[in-house]
Structure formats: C-alpha cells, structure tokens
C-alpha cells in the first residue's frame, strides 16, 4: 500500500530536482503534465513548477487523476495492522534493458507493446525509462551487444519477466501484441505448472516473458 508520508517526500524531491535544474525531472513533468507537454527540456526547467504539480505528478504516476484522488484513494485502502503497517515496502521494481539505439527502442515498446514513455535522459538521449499498469523498464543505449544474441537464444535468457492479473488477460495481451505484427521467440502455451506464458523479441534481441497465472 502506497504510503501518503513518502509520496509527499517524492514530491518534494521532485520539487527540488526541478529547482536545481536536473534535467531527468524535466521528461518526468512532461510526460505526466499536458501543459508541460509543448515545452522542451530547458522550457519545463525554466517554467513555475509549484509543490501542487509535483503532488499532481506523483499521482498521475500512481494512477489517480489528481493529488486529493490519491489521498482518498489510499484512505479506502485496507489498513495493515501490528508491526507490518509500519515495516519497509519494496513498491516497484525495474529491468535494464541494453539497447543499440534509444529512440528506436522507445518506439517500439510504446508504439508495439502500450508501454507509456516516463522519461528520456542525455544530450544526445541514452537512457530511459517506460512504464505498463506496473510494469517498468529502463532502457540503457550501449555501443556493443552485452549479451552473445546466439548464447541468448540458445539458453532462453530472459531480460525482463513480466506477470498479467488472469489467465484470459495473457490471452488477450497475446493477441495485442500479435496483431500488430509484434515478433515472438515463443507464442502462447501453457506450462507444466499450468501457467500460461510468451516470450516477446525486441527489436535488440531482448526476450521478455509474460506470464498469466496458473490455474
């Protein structure tokens, strides 16, 4: 369950970043905030960015349409009781994925897979992140391969495993994927476990599995 206390620390942070003009907020507010969106990186810098659009931002970022949608959106939640309401929540977690060229790859998981763009980092870019419901992926431009392409498919080394909420949803993710022309290095099947899965080939080489639930 999100925490209201560390959500109003991430907006301050993200107040601060933009006050110190670090340039990685900047895409955060644009791709979050549409009246940020005609503006380039400098322009966003240079723009009044008050506590309430960091707050705004934290909550389109979970989902909410607005700061007090988020307050009373973690108010209905289920309150944890004893110790645990108080313990330390890992609350998302990302794969890095290495890529030959970041804009190309940016393309593909917003324009092939739905995933939204969060942000975009460098002069000239090298470095960004994209985002699915929970799912994040971090893209890093490399010069070279990392991993050997054959080594990869000959093991199945996967770069990023990626669970959906129900058997039918992985379903109808497959067909998504598939009738936008979307490469796989494994189509839909059901496992021994009886989980249904497939493994998706970006335009690098990296394999993503998706997994649906067993039965």
């Known amino acids: 369950m999100p925490n209201l206390e560390n959500l109003k620390k991430q907006a301050k942070l993200l107040l601060r970043w933009h006050r110190t003009r670090y340039y990685p907020v900047a895409a955060q507010i644009r ?25 705004e ?11 007090e949608a988020l307050k009373a959106g973690i108010r209905a939640m289920p309150k944890q009781s004893g110790r645990a309401s108080s ?10 994925l290495f890529v030959s060229d970041i804009k190309a790859s940016c393309d593909f998981y917003t324009q092939k897979l739905g995933f939204s763009l969060m942000f975009v980092y460098g002069e000239p870019p090298f470095y960004a992140q994209v985002r699915r419901d929970h799912g994040l992926l ?14 990869r498919d000959r093991e199945e080394l996967l770069s990023a495993d990626m ?8 379903k109808q993710l497959f067909l998504e994927f598939q009738a936008v022309g979307v490469v ?27 997994a649906g639930p067993a039965e």
């Not at 389109?60 to 349409?65: D, P, T």
């Open 57 to 67: 931002l934290i909550a389109k970022q979970h989902g909410f349409e607005n700061w």
């Open 138 to 151: 971090n893209l890093r431009q490399v010069d070279s391969p990392i991993i050997d392409p054959g080594l």
């Open 87 to 96: 313990a330390t929540v890992i609350t998302a977690t990302a794969a890095q």
């Open 31 to 55: 791709s979050a905030l549409p009246r940020f969106r005609h503006l380039d990186d400098p322009e966003v810098l240079a723009a009044r960015f008050k506590l309430s659009d960091a707050q």
């Open 184 to 210: 796989f290095f494994r189509t839909l099947r059901k496992e021994p476990w009886g989980a249904k899965t497939f493994i998706v080939k970006d335009p690098d080489g990296n394999l993503l599995l998706f």
């Open 163 to 170: 669970g959906v909420n129900a058997e039918a949803h992985i």
